[in-house]
T-cell receptor, first 114, second 115 residues
Framework: ETGVTQSPTHLIKTRGQQVTLRCSSQSGHNTVSWYQQALGQGPQFIFQYYREEENGRGNFPPRFSGLQFPNYSSELNVNALELDDSALYLC?????????????FGPGTRLTVL | AQSVTQLGSHVSVSEGALVLLRCNYSSSVPPYLFWYVQYPNQGLQLLLKYTSAATLVKGINGFEAEFKKSETSFHLTKPSAHMSDAAEYFCAVSAGGTSYGKLTFGQGTILTVHP
């Protein structure tokens, strides 16, 4: 157990809908990163939040957006869902106070877009 | 820009045999390197990481990896495979500083262990 939780576990949406995924970071961590893992692929970096500000973004379109709250939990929002958005979405928490601190991953949210 | 190539999408070994999972990286800055393991329907668990200290890194569950700058490699090894090692393994790279933690992953290697 890493202390990082994600909700919901599974989600089914239809194309064009919007979805919000949630992540609670490990106690004491101020940084949350989100990754998309398509079936049979390695995770791809979406973006990172540090102290409620976006701190870097991967090659994902603007319809992928996020938030980080004062308690350092985070949301990933995806608008106008496409079939290719079907994937496992992982969040990872860490503390940038220690620049080589370990990232701890949550169990993921499995999103299916029909 | 950074990238990771994992050689072999599937590796099969017998229980008790040597495990060798290959990872080559490309990075324009000194890299930080990681190996993660993923069991079915679970998130990622860190096995070990290289952060510019000792080039031979020991991790959990008997795994270790050696950073070889001249070969741009970070191969994962374990002397004796257990059935419980069957899982998917990912090599990842990041830069340092404020880019630390923004990981670029390889495609993964599925390890099968035969009795």
């Amino acid at each position: 157990e890493t202390g990082v939780t994600q909700s919901p576990t599974h989600l089914i949406k239809t194309r064009g809908q919007q979805v919000t995924l949630r992540c609670s970071s490990q106690s004491g961590h101020n940084t949350v990163s989100w990754y998309q893992q398509a079936l049979g692929q390695g995770p791809q970096f979406i973006f990172q939040y540090y102290r409620e500000e976006e701190n870097g973004r991967g090659n994902f379109p603007p319809r992928f957006s996020g938030l980080q709250f004062p308690n350092y939990s985070s949301e990933l929002n995806v608008n106008a869902l496409e079939l290719d958005d079907s994937a496992l979405y992982l969040c990872a928490s860490s503390s940038l106070a220690g620049l080589t601190d370990t990232q701890y991953f949550g169990p993921g949210t499995r999103l299916t877009v029909l | 820009a950074q990238s990771v190539t994992q050689l072999g999408s599937h590796v099969s070994v017998s229980e008790g045999a040597l495990v060798l999972l290959r990872c080559n990286y490309s990075s324009s800055v000194p890299p930080y390197l990681f190996w993660y393991v993923q069991y079915p329907n679970q998130g990622l668990q860190l096995l070990l990481k290289y952060t510019s200290a000792a080039t031979l890194v020991k991790g959990i569950n008997g795994f270790e990896a050696e950073f070889k700058k001249s070969e741009t490699s970070f191969h994962l090894t374990k002397p004796s495979a257990h059935m419980s090692d069957a899982a998917e393994y990912f090599c990842a790279v990041s830069a340092g500083g404020t880019s630390y933690g923004k990981l670029t992953f390889g495609q993964g290697t599925i390890l099968t262990v035969h009795p």
